[in-house]
């Protein structure tokens, strides 16, 4: 990918010392619009050598077409809005990310017979649901998308739009589908993606899975594979100049460290993976993020870096509108109440019940489970434990699979200490 660039930045500069032709423009565009690609995943999403290369290849089009050049091939007007759309939602900003969603995915509509862009534009609106909190809407588009996505046509394509259309969709899926209260379908489409990542063999398509199969083993549980994967993303990141790529997974196992006791370690780690991945423009996923952060700050009795952490995730929130942590980041801030040296429980009661109103209202049973079981526990301390059984036993037993997964282990647990 590093090469990439090179070769094609050079190739664009030779363009630019001969004299215009109809022909040597539309090279040029193709050229420009190719460009995009390789710089997502050096310099990632949401740099500013990304929008400036998508910005370049959208004037390019617009000067050929007002000198009656209409592009030969019709992707590359979208590939230039999947380049902002891609942006906006590494560097999340909600409204636009809709936006730019929605106007790809209409466009996509009036090409009609490639079902590429289709498959291509149900999966951005998808994504872009779910990250303002819209998770079965969004899970619907990316059901959509799954179902379009043809590997025989569509795989030799993937470059076009950053990665294979395929994986991607099956990879946020996965993720959509945990928050849903689906963890075993979770875990096989994070399966799916890697296995037909590898088959693949593209390096920028194998990322991806890698990432985000990593997020849903580590909700499920499954911390040792999770292990594994952030290993082998840090490592092909790293070997392929991926910055952006490398920062998420140093964030993860940072994240994956705060949960397993390892505090102290997590703290440097996670801080020093947020520096680099904010040095790429990108906030996606910060407010979960920075959830994990607080808590290991917190298990250090470090109380003020703790809650400095929550207020800047409630503040990514409320400005971006990435909204699928949101519960989870209220959740946590409570437990952190908790754990302060003044434990406070109104304070922790509040946030509790904000996590449990938003889960509810994004119909995230997976958040909605964790924050029954953190106010199940504090009514459980107070001696409510008929209030704490009642809240949490229809939650658990709204699941139907992914029994063995850490968090419906612990509910199990919880409900039977509630009902001896």
Not at 212 to 217: G, I
Not at 219 to 248: F, I, M, P, Q
Not at 317 to 323: L, V
Request: glycine share 6%.
């Amino acid at each position: 990918m590093v090469e990439a660039v090179v070769q094609l930045t050079r190739a664009l500069d030779l363009i630019a010392t001969l004299p215009a032709t109809p022909a040597l423009r539309r090279e040029q565009i193709k050229l420009q619009v190719a460009l995009v690609t390789p710089l997502i995943h050096v310099k990632g999403y949401a740099a500013p050598e990304v929008r400036a290369a998508a910005e370049r290849a959208r004037l390019l089009i617009e000067q050929a077409q007002a000198l009656g050049e209409p592009a030969e091939d019709p992707l590359l007007l979208l590939s230039v809005i999947y380049g902002f759309w891609a942006a906006s939602v590494v560097a999340f900003n909600g409204d636009t990310t809709l936006e730019l969603a929605a106007q790809f995915l209409a466009l996509a509509k009036k090409q009609g017979a490639n079902k590429l862009p289709l498959t291509v534009g149900h999966r951005a609106v998808g994504i872009s649901l779910a990250g303002v909190g819209n998770l079965a809407k969004g899970r619907a588009h990316l059901d959509r998308a799954i179902a379009l996505y043809d590997p025989a046509t569509h795989r030799p394509q993937a470059a076009r739009f950053g990665q294979d259309a395929g994986v991607t969709a099956l990879s946020y899926r996965s993720w959509v589908l945990w928050l849903l209260g689906c963890p075993e379908a979770a875990l096989r489409d994070a399966a799916e993606a890697l296995r037909n990542a590898r088959e693949i063999g593209q390096a920028a398509t194998l990322l991806h899975p890698l990432d985000w199969a990593s997020m849903v083993h580590i909700h499920c549980g499954r911390y040792t594979t999770a292990t594994t994967l952030l290993e082998e993303l840090v490592a092909l990141a790293d070997a392929k100049g991926a910055s952006a790529w490398k920062a998420r997974g140093v964030i993860l196992q940072g994240c994956l460290m705060a949960l397993t006791g390892r505090a102290s370690h997590a703290v440097p780690i996670a801080t020093s993976g947020l520096t680099a991945s904010r040095t790429t423009g990108t906030t996606l996923t910060t407010p979960s993020y920075l959830s994990y952060l607080a808590g290991a700050y917190a298990d250090l009795g470090q109380f003020e870096d703790a809650w400095r952490c929550i207020a800047d995730a409630i503040t990514a929130i409320e400005t971006s509108k990435e909204r699928w942590s949101e519960a989870d980041v209220n959740r946590v801030a409570g437990e952190i109440a908790l754990k302060s040296p003044q434990a406070a429980a109104a304070k922790a009661e509040a946030y509790f019940q904000r996590a449990l109103a938003v889960a509810r209202e994004q119909q995230a049973k997976s958040w909605e489970l964790r924050a029954a079981m953190s106010m199940a526990r504090l009514w459980r301390d107070q001696g409510k434990r008929d209030e704490a059984r009642e809240l949490l036993a229809p939650v658990y037993g709204w699941f139907a699979e992914g029994f063995d997964t850490l968090d419906l282990k612990e509910a199990k647990a919880l409900l039977e200490e509630l009902t001896t």
